[in-house]
Every structure is written in C-alpha cells, then in structure tokens.
C-alpha cells in the first residue's frame, strides 16, 4: 500500500535525510587510498549516531555492517571489510538512517584519485540520470515517466541500466511501495500524489546490464567485470516538482 506522508512526517524525515547528507559528506573528507572499507563504516556510524540517527541497514535482514559500500565492479550491498581503498577505486556509498521512527536512503559514487574517461564518463552520467529523473516528478506524473527518462539518458551516453534492482517508497520502513524502476515506458504506472515520499536511484553499468550475486549472499557485481556507479535520493513529491528530503536542507527547495 502506497502512504501519502502528513506534514509532521516529513519534517520528521527531512531531520533523517539531513543527518545522511552529513554522513556522506563526512565519509568524503576519509576517502581517499589506504583506509579501509571497514574503517569508513565505523566513521559512519558513529557520526550518525553522534546526530541523533540510527544506521538502520545495521541489521536489516541480516546484513552485517551500517553502510554499504561497492567498489569497482560491485554494483551494490558491498559489505565493509579489511579491503583497502586504491587509487583509482569507483566506490560508492549507500545507506539509510532512521531518525524519530522515520527513514531516509541516499548513495553517492566517487572516484578516488585518477581513472580513465569512460569511467568518469559513468558516474559522471550517472549522476545526471538521477537528476533527468528526478525532474519528471510531480503530481500526476507517472512512475514510468522517470524510470523512461533515466533509461533513455543512460542509453544515449552508451550505459547499461541494471534492471533487477529498483528505487522505492519509504517511510517508517526503509523499502516500501511502490516499486520505482531506472527504465520503462512513459505515460504508464502508478500516478504520483503530492506527499508520496520515494527513493529514486539509477545504477548504470559501463558494459553490460547483466549481474549477480557473491557468495556472501549480498554484493551485486557485474557479470562482465566492468565498473558499475550508483546515486540516489530520497524525495517528496510536491503539487509541480519535487523536494530533496537528502541533501543540505539550508540550500534545498522544492524543484
């Protein structure tokens, strides 16, 4: 079932978006070659239990750690461990905190130090998806309108979408309805609703769509080995546009 959010909800699940801008932005200042995958999810929880949040991926479903944090040719879900970041890693960070019973859910990709041109093509097309996403929201619009969008995006810059994974709703849960797929056929889905509150979040591959899964039973890897990159924000849906509920509320507005 698809909740419509009250105004206290979302004041509430900005503060939680709020403290995950943080979290990323203090994980920018760690990153760099050397430290471990392990070492930045200790940083990261605790700077967000230091603000009052609660990392909720800590536990979910049985996953081991508070964040998730891919590199390379791991798309998603990587589990942070005694690996060493490199110069010229792709790493993404994905996460969710919960604040006052309420969720948010965001992901950055970074490159650390140098790589070549096609994959700072990736993330850098890759974050541009999620924004020619983003910018078909509003009321009435319809959920395919921004999986079409990312979709035809990621195809004109020669980028696979993966399709096996999606964004969703959230609320007081960290994966709710409805599905919010990253490809798909406009004009078609369910209607978007001022106060639906989603996650949207495209993850594009540099070779083929094709993934799969590691032994531990969570990291998503391509099949062919190339690099995979991954945003996402959490956002609300407003009468004409949207509003960023994970970014820096000081600077945020309604798009």
Same mark, same amino acid.
């Given at each position: 079932?698809?909740?419509?959010?009250?105004?206290?909800?979302?004041?509430?699940? %900005?503060?939680?978006?709020?403290?995950?801008?943080? &979290? *990323?932005?203090?994980?920018?200042? *760690?990153?760099?070659?050397?430290?471990? &995958?392990?070492?930045?999810?200790?940083?990261?929880?605790?700077?967000?239990?230091?603000?009052?949040? %609660?990392?909720?991926?800590?536990?979910?479903?049985?996953?081991?750690?508070?964040?998730?944090?891919?590199?390379?040719?791991?798309?998603?879900?990587?589990?942070?461990?005694?690996? %060493?970041?490199?110069?010229?890693?792709?790493?993404?960070?994905?996460?969710?905190?919960?604040?006052?019973?309420?969720?948010?859910?965001?992901?950055?990709?970074?490159?650390?130090?140098?790589?070549?041109?096609?994959?700072?093509? @990736?993330?850098?097309?890759?974050?541009?998806?999620?924004?020619?996403?983003?910018s078909k929201i509003?009321?009435?619009?319809?959920?395919?309108?921004?999986?079409?969008?990312?979709?035809?995006?990621?195809?004109?810059?020669?980028?696979?979408?993966?399709?096996? @994974?999606?964004?969703?709703?959230?609320?007081?849960?960290? *994966?709710?309805?409805?599905?919010?797929?990253?490809?798909? %056929?406009?004009?078609?889905?369910?209607?978007?609703?001022?106060?639906m509150v989603i996650?949207?979040?495209?993850?594009?591959?540099?070779?083929?769509?094709?993934?799969?899964?590691?032994?531990?039973?969570?990291?998503?890897?391509?099949?062919?080995?190339?690099?995979?990159?991954?945003?996402? *924000?959490?956002?609300?849906?407003?009468?004409?546009?949207?509003?960023? @509920?994970?970014?820096?509320?000081?600077?945020?507005?309604?798009?």
């Amino acid at each position: 079932m698809i909740s419509i959010k009250s105004d206290r909800e979302i004041e509430i699940m %900005k503060q939680a978006g709020y403290i995950n801008y943080l &979290t *990323h932005e203090e994980l920018k200042k *760690h990153l760099k070659p050397g430290i471990t &995958t392990n070492e930045l999810n200790n940083i990261a929880d605790k700077f967000i239990r230091s603000h009052g949040g %609660k990392p909720s991926c800590l536990g979910y479903e049985g996953y081991p750690k508070s964040i998730c944090i891919s590199v390379n040719d791991e798309v998603v879900h990587g589990i942070p461990g005694n690996y %060493k970041i490199q110069n010229g890693d792709v790493v993404s960070f994905d996460f969710c905190t919960e604040y006052n019973g309420y969720q948010s859910d965001s992901a950055n990709t970074y490159i650390v130090g140098d790589a070549p041109d096609d994959v700072k093509d @990736l993330v850098k097309y890759t974050e541009e998806a999620l924004y020619v996403g983003l910018s078909k929201i509003k009321a009435g619009a319809k959920i395919g309108d921004i999986g079409h969008a990312i979709e035809t995006f990621a195809h004109e810059h020669g980028l696979s979408v993966v399709e096996e @994974l999606v964004g969703h709703g959230l609320g007081t849960d960290i *994966h709710e309805d409805p599905d919010v797929p990253n490809y798909g %056929k406009a004009g078609t889905g369910i209607t978007l609703k001022k106060g639906m509150v989603i996650a949207v979040e495209p993850m594009l591959n540099l070779g083929s769509k094709e993934i799969g899964i590691l032994d531990d039973g969570w990291t998503i890897v391509t099949e062919d080995g190339y690099p995979s990159a991954h945003f996402e *924000h959490t956002v609300v849906v407003t009468d004409d546009g949207y509003e960023i @509920l994970t970014g820096d509320k000081e600077k945020n507005g309604e798009k």
